[in-house]
């Protein structure tokens, strides 16, 4: 019996249980494509997009059938099976340590670059042209891997490859049944096939090298291509044949929904849209900015704006876990994708990634591809702007916001250079990926209005405000007092909200102060009925999306927090102490205090310390100016508004921006290659020839970016030995994984506390401690 060509290994331990035929697999793909080209109108990029979309998915892994990518699945399947058996025999190991010596040998040519040597023949037969056989093949040869890399292999090189793997090995070979996919290429594409009449093209490769010649139409024709092919090959490879990837509630369902979500979190018997949430869900086919202060209802108003795809994108990685929790109350949870972090608990060799390139999908790759189905996804901004560094693979993540509404939250907490880069990407997006944007924020300084504003000269893109009249209301006061940084202080304040039944929010700027707070308190309250919690970024997933639960509660009587509450989380306290920071992130903290109206005044301490920390010393400084000025104060909404614009008419926060700005608009142009002038988003994009990375990972791109805070993804090591040991999924590790600073990862790093195995990364246990009441908590480690 002839053996079936196959595409995918079976990988028990990332939930794939079944081998895959090239036919099989391909089905898959094309069954994707059937699923989104329903609701998408493609015409947009091109008249014939949708019909050459169907060719590449149908043609992309023609390359497997070889020899030798054959020979590495047999094995892999061979191996699979023996790294997934209970216990493994000193002959399981011995066999297994042969079969991955036997794997390493095959020195094979990657599928994707020989897919080329079947085109001719199929564009011929369907008379694709000269112009759209480039784009074609273009897409179909780089799918996997980079340019750059390619340019070192021969063309002769490819030649005997496509000779000797396929011509020899697979066509004049009896051992393979390669008519089941002449027979489904024969009904997809409606061409007779037979790969044994002089079937195949030598001489291809120069596709790979010649250019598209500086031309925007071709470059971005190749992009969309490209990334609808890694889309729909990735969300096929899941093997995931149901899903939903538009959003499925109508308008009125919508608010319904959200109705009922309403009236459960204020007890409301009778609920009514704002004017903002109704001009929302009047306005959603075009752009609109939304400065509305804390506790607006601005979250709500957005829920309002639909589209047939949601992209939801937030500062941080702690505001998309939070608003991950309330999306999931609403749409459910299969409606809502979370990308979890920056750079992935799954990390792989780059040799093991080549080696297995195609024959199955890691556990990253199915988790991304999982998430990127669903049509509300949630992200950071970085992990969706970090695409206009054209890294390898940023194709897909163009195509996943293809048609989609895109709302980013609070866009006065970036930094001025990834809110340059933000503002390229909708000069790109909105004019070549059909999307629209809503820009939401409880405040916005000048300095970054004017570049909104100046998208309407630059490129023709106008933000209508859906809150323009905004009439902030004198009322949800807070006694704003400044405290001195003392232990004894704080205690006292603590002390007497206790006394007087009052729950009190605690919020310092880096992790390591709050874990020390929480240990003092405990210490203080010891043997006594007193409930105290602590929530930072570094607990595991699970524990987080408790503890997110809790505090909405207000389970207990003390929290202690960072900067992860200032956004996302609905949370109403009497009493807050909080660090000295910059005035906006004050509001922020402000407005979870007496946020529902329930007292005559809440009551905010700040205190007064010096010491250097996350922020900026000249911007905390300018914020303790002016709340000194207002001490003893009862502010209204009204008032913390009028204090904030004070705050940014000051000459110090003005010079701030201005220089932060300007430094931003030099390094972005050094970065792409560009003259002085006016950023754009076209020229970024469109600078170089789209196959060029210019840079080899993602992780490389944040690098360009030194403000962003990259957060890295670890699994504790006794938590990967008992979930490998109980073979568990991908979901299971994403919940015990923990994220941890680029700081704290270099420290466990440096001590050697880091291992990669099984593609993750795992933090050894002696290094560290974690409990679900303090989270992740470093040892003391030798200097």
């Not at 900015?289 to 795809?309: C, N, P």
């Not at 106008?462 to 001195?484: A, C, G, M, P, R």
Request: with cysteine.
């Amino acid at each position: 019996m002839k053996k079936k060509l196959l595409a995918k290994s079976h990988k028990i331990a990332n939930g794939i249980h079944k081998e895959q035929s090239v036919v099989e697999h391909t089905g898959d793909v094309v069954n994707v494509l059937d699923k989104i080209a329903a609701k998408i109108d493609f015409r947009g990029i091109d008249e014939r997009f949708e019909k050459h979309l169907k060719v590449i998915a149908v043609l992309h892994d023609l390359g497997k059938i070889n020899k030798k990518f054959q020979d590495k699945i047999d094995i892999a399947n061979r191996m699979d099976i023996l790294e997934n058996k209970e216990r493994l025999s000193e002959k399981d190991k011995e066999n297994l340590k042969e079969l991955r010596k036997e794997k390493e040998k095959i020195n094979d040519e990657r599928h994707n670059l020989l897919s080329g040597a079947f085109l001719k023949y199929i564009f011929d037969k369907l008379d694709i042209d000269g112009a759209d056989r480039l784009i074609l093949s273009k897409a179909i040869m780089l799918h996997h891997g980079s340019y750059e890399k390619y340019l070192e292999i021969s063309s002769s090189q490819v030649e005997k490859a496509v000779f000797r793997d396929i011509e020899e090995g697979i066509f004049e070979s009896d051992a393979y049944d390669y008519k089941e996919v002449e027979d489904y290429l024969k009904n997809e594409l409606e061409i007779e096939i037979d790969f044994k009449d002089e079937f195949l093209d030598y001489e291809y490769m120069s596709n790979l090298n010649e250019d598209f010649r500086g031309e925007k139409k071709r470059q971005f024709r190749y992009m969309v291509y490209k990334g609808f092919l890694n889309l729909l090959d990735h969300l096929g490879s899941t093997q995931i044949r149901e899903f939903s990837y538009f959003n499925p509630y109508d308008k009125d369902t919508m608010d319904t929904e959200l109705i009922n979500n309403i009236k459960e979190k204020t007890g409301l018997e009778k609920v009514k849209f704002k004017p903002m949430q109704k001009f929302m869900g009047e306005n959603i086919d075009h752009h609109v900015l939304t400065v509305a202060f804390t506790g607006s209802g601005k979250t709500a108003a957005d829920y309002r704006w639909l589209g047939k795809r949601k992209v939801f994108l937030v500062p941080n990685k702690i505001s998309a876990e939070s608003f991950y929790q309330d999306a999931e109350q609403i749409l459910g949870e299969e409606n809502v994708g979370l990308l979890h972090g920056d750079i992935s608990l799954y990390v792989e060799d780059e040799n093991i990634k080549e080696n297995n390139e195609g024959i199955s999908l890691s556990l990253r790759d199915i988790s991304l591809a999982r998430n990127f189905a669903k049509p509300y996804l949630i992200a950071t901004v970085d992990q969706i702007m970090l695409s206009m560094f054209k890294y390898p693979g940023y194709e897909k993540t163009f195509a996943s916001v293809y048609d989609s509404h895109i709302t980013i939250d609070e866009v006065h907490l970036l930094e001025p250079k990834m809110f340059l880069i933000m503002i390229c990407f909708v000069e790109f997006a909105s004019k070549y990926l059909n999307a629209k944007f809503h820009l939401m924020t409880a405040t916005l300084p000048d300095a970054y209005k004017e570049k909104i504003e100046g998208l309407k000269n630059s490129c023709g893109i106008e933000f209508i405000e859906s809150n323009k009249d905004e009439v902030v209301e004198e009322n949800k006061k807070v006694q704003l007092n400044i405290v001195n940084e003392s232990n004894r202080d704080l205690f006292k304040i603590v002390d007497q909200a206790l006394e007087d039944n009052k729950k009190v929010l605690i919020v310092k700027n880096t992790v390591k102060e709050s874990i020390k707070i929480f240990n003092l308190l405990e210490e203080k309250y010891e043997n006594k009925e007193i409930e105290i919690n602590l929530l930072h970024s570094r607990f595991k997933f699970e524990d987080k999306k408790e503890k997110f639960k809790d505090i909405l509660k207000q389970r207990g009587h003390i929290w202690v927090s960072t900067q992860s509450v200032e956004i996302a989380l609905d949370l109403d306290f009497p009493v807050l102490i909080s660090d000295n920071a910059p005035l906006d992130a004050i509001i922020q903290r402000m407005g979870r205090c007496n946020r529902h109206d329930r007292h005559e005044f809440g009551l905010v301490y700040i205190i007064d310390n010096k010491e250097k920390d996350v922020y900026d010393d000249k911007l905390k400084k300018q914020a303790m100016k002016l709340l000194k000025k207002s001490n003893g104060e009862n502010l209204s909404m009204k008032d913390r508004k009028e204090l904030l614009e004070d705050y940014y008419e000051s000459d110090t926060v003005k010079k701030y921006y201005k220089e932060k700005f300007l430094n931003a608009e030099d390094e972005i142009r050094s970065i792409f290659g560009l003259r002085a002038g006016e950023l754009d988003g076209e020229k970024i994009v469109f600078n170089y020839e789209p196959y060029l990375n210019l840079v080899d990972n993602k992780k490389e791109a944040g690098r360009l970016f030194r403000d962003i805070e990259l957060n890295v993804k670890v699994i504790l090591e006794s938590d990967f030995e008992r979930l490998r040991d109980g073979r568990s999924a991908f979901k299971e590790y994403q919940k015990k994984s923990v994220p941890v600073s680029k700081g704290v990862y270099f420290e466990l790093n440096k001590h050697g506390g880091l291992k990669i195995e099984g593609g993750k990364l795992i933090v050894k246990d002696k290094l560290v401690s974690y409990d679900n009441k303090r989270g992740l908590v470093v040892n003391k480690l030798p200097k």
